[in-house]
């Protein structure tokens, strides 16, 4: 097992009507800015529930915020900020929200150009921030209790992350009742995000690290599980509280200690919603397999493994196994109504390979768990994918 250190600061309280608790967790004594999305919040009761939590505080609102957070949006919200002296900031919506605060919650203390933060990057420690909490409405993410967060600027066709220990929100309230109201093509996407966030720090190489495979492991088993139930049954509280529950340990610091991780697949997922537009979830499906193909033979004993423990295929040889996971890992996407190939998603996809190429070129990035995965090599992959 590799050396690590864990500390994961943020309060959940979790449970069926819990927001109001709210009111015991925000000091009284702050000024707060409400943030949210395009209008969700407004039409399902959390907007109201939210606001009778915060009975009694002084509050601002700021909404609109789009998905794939964008900066100029984001730059209106700091306005707000700074004109109405607000030193708290309550994140109500899904990871976009959630990430667009974090930016906020950075830039609000931050001296320079706001978008140094997310171009240098400048890594944010503690007291570098404002203090925010969230109200979690859309699980996928792992927004609500993890540090990191991504922002998009339509102007420069940039998809940029950033993070650092001092944008890990206060307290996250997760009320699976929130699920009620979610678009089956929301849910589809938050468990391929949360899967996808398992595979970028499982599938690389064995380690000594058995506890966490077994929780990576039983976070993808379980996703398996309720995926059917949450996409084609009514909505039923437990199944809905443990999706929730999986988008949140599958990227809130936990699986990821003690091993390699990869995170490749997002970075070049990123770029395909800067090109396309495409939601993030659906980016990582196009790419996973893929990159998975291009790597078989550095990864070939955690796929095995994969395809083993999961999908119970004990036949074949490891490469043989290593490939049949991979048939799987499509078959179980396509089985959540989400498809693997870029042309199924634009047309226009000619050229995307080489513009990311490109770009990690500029940004002189190497790739995958051992950092050997060229700008070149992602243009195959990418290619691949088409
Ligand atoms: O804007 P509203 O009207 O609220 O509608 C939203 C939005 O259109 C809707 N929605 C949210 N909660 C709802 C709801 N609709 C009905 N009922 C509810 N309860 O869902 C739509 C999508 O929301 P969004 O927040 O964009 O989705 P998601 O949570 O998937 O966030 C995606 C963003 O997070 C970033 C992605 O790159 C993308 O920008 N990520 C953040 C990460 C992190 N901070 O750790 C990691 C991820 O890998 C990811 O990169
Ligand atoms: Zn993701």
Redesign the pocket.
């Known amino acids: 097992m590799l050396n690590f250190e864990f500390k994961n600061p943020t309060k959940i309280i979790f449970g069926k009507g819990e927001i109001q608790k709210l009111n015991n967790e925000i000091p009284k004594d702050v000024r707060v800015l409400i943030l949210?999305?395009?209008?969700?919040?407004k039409t399902?009761g959390i907007y109201e529930q939210v606001l009778s939590a915060l009975e009694g505080l002084q509050i601002e609102e700021f909404g609109g915020i789009p998905?794939?957070?964008e900066y100029e949006v984001l730059l209106e919200a700091l306005k707000v900020i700074k004109e109405k002296n607000i030193n708290y900031l309550l994140a109500v919506?899904?990871?976009?929200?959630i990430?667009g605060t974090k930016f906020l919650a950075a830039a609000a203390m931050y001296e320079g150009d706001p978008w140094e933060i997310l171009k240098k990057p400048v890594r944010i420690f503690e007291g570098m921030a404002l203090p925010f909490s969230t109200v979690l409405?859309?699980p996928?993410?792992?927004?609500e209790m993890?540090s990191?967060?991504?922002i998009?600027r339509r102007g420069t066709g940039e998809k940029l992350s950033s993070g650092g220990p001092g944008l890990f929100p206060q307290v996250s309230v997760l009320d699976p009742e929130?699920v009620r109201?979610?678009?089956k093509k929301?849910i589809a996407?938050?468990i391929a995000?949360a899967y996808s966030?398992v595979l970028e720090q499982y599938m690389t190489y064995p380690t000594s690290a058995t506890l966490q495979d077994r929780f990576s492991e039983s976070i993808m088993q379980t996703l398996q599980e309720i995926a059917p139930k949450m996409l084609n049954e009514d909505f039923d509280y437990d199944v809905a509280g443990n999706f929730m529950w999986c988008c949140t340990m599958a990227?809130n610091g936990l699986i990821s200690k003690g091993v390699p991780t990869d995170w490749a697949v997002?970075a070049m997922g990123?770029e395909l919603?800067a090109q396309f537009g495409i939601d993030?979830?659906r980016t990582l499906a196009i790419i996973a397999p893929s990159h998975y193909r291009f790597n078989i033979e550095s990864k070939k004993e955690k796929l095995a493994q994969y395809a083993e423990r999961i999908w119970g295929i004990t036949e074949g040889s490891e490469e043989e196994k290593a490939e049949k996971g991979i048939q799987k890992m499509e078959t179980f996407f396509h089985s959540i109504g989400i498809p693997t190939r870029l042309s199924e998603y634009t047309t226009a996809y000619e050229g995307c390979a080489e513009r990311i190429e490109k770009t990690f070129a500029e940004r002189n990035w190497m790739l995958g768990e051992y950092r050997k995965l060229s700008p070149q090599d992602v243009k195959e992959i990418v290619q691949m994918s088409y």
């Open positions: 949210y999305g395009g209008g969700s919040i399902n998905a794939n957070p919506g899904g990871g976009s929200v990430d409405t859309l996928a993410t792992g927004s993890n990191g967060y991504v998009s929130v109201s979610i678009p929301q996407n938050g995000d966030h990227l997002h990123h919603t993030h979830a």
